[in-house]
């Protein structure tokens, strides 16, 4: 098997887990809120990924070879992803709405293209990247219904867009900075800046599980420290649903592997490629959705042809 084709392999698999991810966190946010399930999730992530780290040293042939740098890197892309992408994405919720936020999320891929060529120098053909263009606006069609954006700049209504700020420089400014722009393409970079990192870290030292471990752990020791609800959890858990903490446990089961294969998907594919693969949950999510949970998610003939471009887009990169 080529490495193309492994590093592909291991990307796909990591969009099933992180797709079953969503269906299940779905199911889940009617138990437990989401907040309380995060952290829970975050923990069996450190938990998950200790045992599974601990049954491959028992397995290895040869001693691992020891990194400082890398090892740096995949705590440095914790920061990244598990926190600042986190919490960014969910500020961008509350200012600007799901439709709005998604539509930075999507935009992932290419500013993780962006900060991959300027720093692991990776380079894509003008047809892949052409094909990346054409999947991400599949994914938007797909994703953002029809009018989400039309509701006045970023999140505010037309009356008050134009009074919301001074004029001037200074205004313009405080308007950006209020309307979630800054939310959203945050949201974006972090999350694009963690995959660089993961790539850089992953070139040097072939350790997924340890570095998906190492990646948890920065992410939730941020959590715990600037997070009130996260200082609370022993209370919150003694009351909470027990169908609800049995859930986000196998949540955090399942972004743990994902990210383990996320990881080993870059060792073999450029990152952009495994963060675009790995973005596509919406094309398993709403027809799963739609027959698990009786049509509460519509499929319009938008997210059809969003859908349709998006797959084409895919088959193109996986077979150039």
Avoid at 184 to 189: A, I, K, P, V
Wanted: hydrophobic share 55%.
């Amino acid at each position: 098997m080529s490495p193309a084709v492994l590093g592909i392999l291991c990307a796909v698999a990591a969009l099933l887990l992180f797709s079953g991810n969503i269906l299940l966190t779905k199911a889940a946010v009617a138990r437990l809120s989401l907040n309380v399930g995060f952290v829970i999730s975050v923990s069996v992530n450190v938990l998950f990924g200790a045992v599974a780290f601990g049954i491959e040293s028992l397995a290895r042939s040869a001693p691992m070879r020891w990194d400082a740098a890398a090892f740096a890197l995949f705590l440095a892309s914790g920061v990244f992803s598990t926190y600042f992408g986190r919490w960014f994405f969910f500020e961008a919720i509350a200012r600007l709405g799901p439709s709005k936020a998604s539509t930075f999320q999507i935009s992932s891929p290419l500013f993780t293209a962006l900060v991959a060529w300027l720093f692991l120098n990776e380079h894509l053909s003008a047809k892949v990247t052409a094909a990346m263009g054409a999947a991400l606006y599949g994914l938007y069609l797909a994703s953002v219904p029809a009018g989400a954006l039309r509701r006045g700049p970023w999140g505010r209504s037309s009356a008050t867009a134009g009074s919301a700020s001074p004029p001037g420089p200074a205004g313009g400014v405080r308007a950006v900075l209020r309307s979630g722009l800054v939310l959203g393409l945050g949201s974006s970079m972090a999350y694009a800046v963690g995959n660089v990192l993961r790539g850089a870290a992953i070139h040097r030292w072939p350790e997924p599980i340890l570095g998906a471990l190492l990646g948890a752990v920065s992410g939730i020791t941020l959590h715990f420290l600037f997070n009130r609800e996260a200082k609370q959890l022993r209370a919150v858990l003694r009351s909470a649903n027990r169908s609800g903490l049995l859930m986000y446990t196998v949540s955090g089961m399942l972004t743990m592997s994902a990210q383990m294969f996320t990881i080993a998907s870059m060792s073999y594919i450029p990152v952009s490629i495994t963060a675009l693969i790995t973005l596509c949950t919406p094309l398993l999510i709403f027809p799963i959705s739609y027959l698990l949970f009786k049509g509460e998610e519509r499929i319009t003939a938008r997210t059809l042809l969003g859908s349709a471009v998006a797959l084409a887009a895919i088959a193109i990169i996986v077979l150039r």
